[in-house]
């Protein structure tokens, strides 16, 4: 999809659908909005006033000039009330003109930025997020689907209005780019079936991206994780017939010396039965999402060389297959981790936690400034949050409210969670150091509990995603399917290190 800057008179551009918005309390119209209608002699007013558009939030109305302007049809779509008009929402909108565009198989859009008469956001700010909003909410995942000749959004242009600097446009536009692909490319990661991405083919994927990235690469084998002693990760890994595979990609900046590094360590389940603790059918269903950490860390990495952070950024990611093969283990088994702590597992469907305890025990001999995992933990933060956020802890206050900003600003809603060291008695065993599950009270948050045995005194943060990494219907950017969530807070965040 080409996007560009559109410098001539609006009225007489040639586009298939030319769009305008109006805010709710608005008394009447505005700028784009206005000069339309008055070209229309009234007539968009008129359809607003017979359709009973308000212009409530992502609400839109189609419109035909019947060629009294150059453009084929027109959108208006609604931004809601002004005083609550954000970067997030003006992402929000282009996803959704760009949904009304491909209703009606336009090929070219048209369309001013939002918030800009009232100077709420700098022009930088408003065509990165167009352009976020524009490449994440025409994302489909049709791989596997019969090929049908589509008539699908070409190019979509960008007005520039007085006061506004096309360089800054220009950069915007770019990094919105480099955001959105980024998360496209989790989101096809994490649809992917576990037929096709199992642990050894995530690890091939991890080298194609180093190659093309010029990062560091490098891959463990059974025989050389065994040798690290992640006994964790390894019982997990032992019941599936594809082996596990430790992928560690690191980010260097060219021609400086980084003084910080930062660690970002992915769940890897590529895909999730339960273990011998089987999940019901319908719960084993999209379990193919369980990778979704590791996707996003994945499609950071990937990105960094076009961001150029002045950090070192380590890639980590345990990959493994949680099936209950005859080598399965048992509940009621203990295994031993890197740093020595042995776990009683008594819920093999708690499985990620321990992948990510010895993952996090070899980020930590890194010795990072920070390390930050994601994870599709557990049905408890969904339950405690709901599907559209994600949960946040960690041992470092100051960290977990920096990157909390970071990612209001990439517009993924994260919200904190406490540690209550009053619950550590849930996951004391009476066999090992500890035990894999606490009781059914407060799950998302003993299990970031239980993370936290194995990070030291390395400032951390624990990001429970199992809600929003995946929505079948989807909301605001999403079309549906994965959400490749985590992946803009992320590039914000290291960014800004």
């Known amino acids: 999809m080409k996007i560009q800057i559109y ?23 505005k700028g784009p909005a206005a000069e339309v209608n008055a070209a229309l002699k009234n007539a968009l007013q008129g359809v607003m006033r017979d359709e009973n558009f308000k212009g409530e939030f992502e609400k839109t109305l189609l419109v035909h000039p019947l060629g009294r302007i150059s453009a084929k049809r027109v959108c208006l779509i609604g931004l809601g009330k002004s005083k609550e008009f954000t970067t997030d929402r003006h992402r929000r909108a282009f996803a959704r ?10 090929e070219s859009l048209l369309s001013p930025f939002f918030g800009w008469e009232g100077k709420a956001l700098t022009d930088k700010e408003l065509s990165k997020t167009a352009t976020e909003g524009v490449l994440l909410g025409t ?20 007005m520039l209005e007085a006061g506004m600097s096309g360089t800054r446009i220009q950069a915007g536009i770019r990094e919105g780019t480099v955001a959105a692909q980024a998360t496209n490319f989790a989101r096809d990661l994490v649809n992917e079936p576990g037929n096709v991405i199992n642990p050894v083919a995530l690890a091939n994927t991890a080298r194609q991206i180093a190659k093309k990235a010029g990062l560091s690469c490098r891959i463990l084998n059974v025989k050389q994780i065994s040798k690290l002693g992640m006994g964790a990760y390894l019982g997990v890994a032992q019941g599936s017939i594809n082996p596990p595979r430790f992928i560690h990609l690191t980010y260097r900046p060219r021609g400086k010396s980084a003084k910080k590094s930062i660690a970002i360590v992915g769940k890897g389940i590529t895909f999730d039965s339960g273990g011998l603790s089987i999940k019901p059918s319908d719960s084993m269903q999209t379990m193919k999402i369980d990778k979704s950490g590791a996707c996003t860390v994945l499609a950071v990495m990937q990105s960094l060389p076009q961001i150029r952070p002045n950090v070192t950024v380590h890639g980590i990611i345990a990959a493994a297959e949680n099936m209950p093969g005859g ?44 390390m930050i995992d994601l994870a599709t933990l557990t049905g408890a933060c969904v339950v405690a949050l709901g599907e559209y956020t994600s949960g946040v802890m960690g041992n470092d206050q100051a960290f977990i409210d920096k990157f909390l900003k970071s990612a209001k600003d990439a517009g993924e809603q994260m919200w904190p969670l406490p540690f209550d060291d009053n619950m550590k008695e849930k996951l004391k065993s009476s066999v090992a150091d500890l035990k894999n599950i606490g009781n059914r009270y407060g799950g998302a948050i003993t ?26 219907k989807g909301w605001g ?21």
Not at 97 to 106: E, L, R, S, T, Y
Not at 485 to 496: A, D, M, N
């Open 139 to 158: 994302y489909s995942f049709e791989k596997y689907k019969k090929k049908e000749k589509k008539h699908g959004l070409r190019n979509v242009s960008f």
């Open 327 to 370: 080598r399965a283990q048992r509940p009621d088994d203990i295994v031993r981790t890197m740093n020595g702590k042995t776990i009683e597992v008594l819920n093999t469907d708690a499985e990620g936690r321990l992948t990510l305890a010895d993952a996090l025990c070899y980020a930590g001999r890194l010795k990072p400034y920070q």
């Open 97 to 106: 003109m760009v949904q009304a565009a491909k209703n009606v198989q336009a």
């Open 7 to 29: 410098k001539g008179d609006f009225l007489k551009a040639k586009t298939d659908l030319l769009v305008v918005g109006i805010f709710e309390d608005d008394k009447k119209l």
């Open 447 to 472: 299990a970031g509990m239980f993370l936290r045995e194995f990070v030291g005194d390395i400032p951390w943060i624990h990001i429970d995603i199992a809600g929003p990494a995946f929505h079948e």
């Open 477 to 497: 950017c999403n079309p549906g399917g994965a959400t490749g969530v985590g992946v803009r807070s992320l590039l914000h965040y290291i960014s800004s290190l």
